[in-house]
């Protein structure tokens, strides 16, 4: 009979977050597949958790995958984490949980920790509905686009950030949606944790340190309903992919796949469009 696979959350900074029935899980599992084995060794240290890890990021996953289904079938069960928070928000493991169901594996969540939650929880602008949508582009010209593309969003939305492109992130914010209120926070649940709430324009001159994880919660648009932005025509969707893709700042199924977010589309409506435009030499 095959094993588990658990899908454990694991603290974002406070070992105390841990919960019961994750440790449990990390003792009673034959193997933890860890993002960083280093940081969930100090995890596993401090609850003196010995079971064995292995390493599973982004470069090795699809290489590794293989190996993991084969002693899930053979009945071993198996702890999947991150470094820190809910694994596969914006972390790897995506194919290795898909191989898993494909192969008939039990996967069960084990809940816990979420800088995404954890953020929108004490921002005091949390909603009925909001959108999680993770790293902005990493270059210029594709943040700008992008988050111009989310300026009618309706919906709360959350994002994550990089310490060192925090700073150009939200004056390219505050250039895409105006001077919204947001939620700026540094270190979640960390010693050194700040959550700031003031508009875009007021972070941008007070001092904060560009240090550590950032999540930012940003009010979505009051003004444009989600219903009223016009569907693009195929020549428009392909310039907006030849400027995302542009010097290689997104591959072209991400580009494809940024754009379908930022229209309210299928990314198999929004290829069949471009391909329509480009044979019809729009």
Same mark, same amino acid.
């Given at each position: 009979?095959?094993?588990?696979?658990?899908?454990?959350?694991?603290?974002?900074?406070?070992?105390?977050?841990?919960?019961?029935?994750?440790?449990?899980?990390?003792?009673?599992?034959?193997?933890?597949?860890?993002?960083?084995?280093?940081?969930?060794?100090?995890?596993?240290?401090?609850?003196?958790?010995?079971?064995?890890?292995?390493?599973?990021?982004?470069?090795?996953?699809?290489?590794?995958?293989?190996?993991?289904?084969?002693?899930?079938?053979?009945?071993?069960?198996?702890?999947?984490?991150?470094?820190?928070?809910?694994?596969?928000?914006?972390?790897?493991?995506?194919?290795?949980?898909?191989?898993?169901?494909?192969?008939?594996?039990?996967?069960?969540?084990?809940?816990?920790?979420?800088?995404?939650?954890?953020?929108?929880? /004490?921002?005091?602008? /949390?909603?009925?509905?909001?959108?999680?949508?993770?790293?902005?582009?990493?270059?210029?010209? /594709?943040?700008?686009?992008?988050?111009?593309?989310?300026?009618?969003?309706?919906?709360?939305?959350?994002?994550?950030?990089?310490?060192?492109?925090?700073?150009?992130?939200?004056?390219?914010?505050?250039?895409?949606?105006?001077?919204?209120?947001?939620?700026?926070?540094?270190?979640?649940?960390?010693?050194?944790?700040?959550?700031?709430?003031?508009?875009?324009?007021?972070?941008?001159?007070?001092?904060?340190?560009?240090?550590?994880?950032?999540?930012?919660?940003?009010?979505?648009?009051?003004?444009?309903?989600?219903?009223?932005?016009?569907?693009?025509?195929?020549?428009?969707?392909?310039?907006?992919?030849?400027?995302?893709?542009?010097?290689?700042?997104?591959?072209?199924?991400?580009?494809?796949?940024?754009?379908?977010?930022?229209?309210?589309?299928?990314?198999?409506?929004?290829?069949?469009?471009?391909?329509?435009?480009?044979?019809?030499?729009?």
């Amino acid at each position: 009979m095959p094993g588990t696979l658990y899908v454990v959350a694991t603290p974002i900074g406070n070992l105390e977050d841990v919960t019961l029935r994750a440790l449990r899980v990390l003792r009673e599992v034959s193997l933890v597949a860890a993002e960083d084995t280093r940081r969930t060794a100090r995890l596993l240290q401090h609850y003196s958790i010995s079971t064995r890890t292995t390493s599973l990021h982004e470069h090795n996953e699809r290489s590794k995958t293989a190996s993991l289904i084969a002693r899930l079938m053979a009945g071993e069960s198996i702890a999947l984490v991150s470094d820190a928070g809910t694994p596969l928000i914006s972390d790897p493991g995506a194919h290795l949980v898909s191989e898993a169901h494909r192969s008939g594996i039990i996967v069960q969540p084990i809940p816990g920790p979420s800088a995404a939650i954890a953020a929108l929880s /004490a921002s005091g602008l /949390a909603r009925q509905e909001f959108v999680f949508v993770g790293f902005p582009p990493s270059r210029s010209k /594709a943040r700008q686009l992008w988050l111009a593309g989310l300026a009618a969003e309706p919906r709360v939305m959350i994002f994550y950030e990089a310490p060192h492109r925090i700073r150009p992130t939200l004056e390219d914010m505050l250039q895409a949606f105006g001077d919204r209120v947001i939620a700026l926070g540094r270190e979640m649940t960390k010693a050194h944790e700040t959550l700031a709430v003031r508009p875009i324009s007021a972070h941008l001159l007070g001092p904060f340190e560009e240090r550590g994880e950032f999540t930012i919660v940003v009010g979505g648009s009051a003004t444009v309903p989600r219903a009223a932005r016009p569907r693009p025509a195929g020549g428009e969707l392909a310039a907006e992919l030849g400027q995302l893709t542009e010097n290689g700042a997104s591959s072209r199924r991400e580009a494809i796949r940024s754009l379908a977010k930022r229209h309210g589309m299928s990314s198999n409506e929004v290829f069949r469009l471009v391909e329509q435009a480009k044979n019809s030499g729009v």
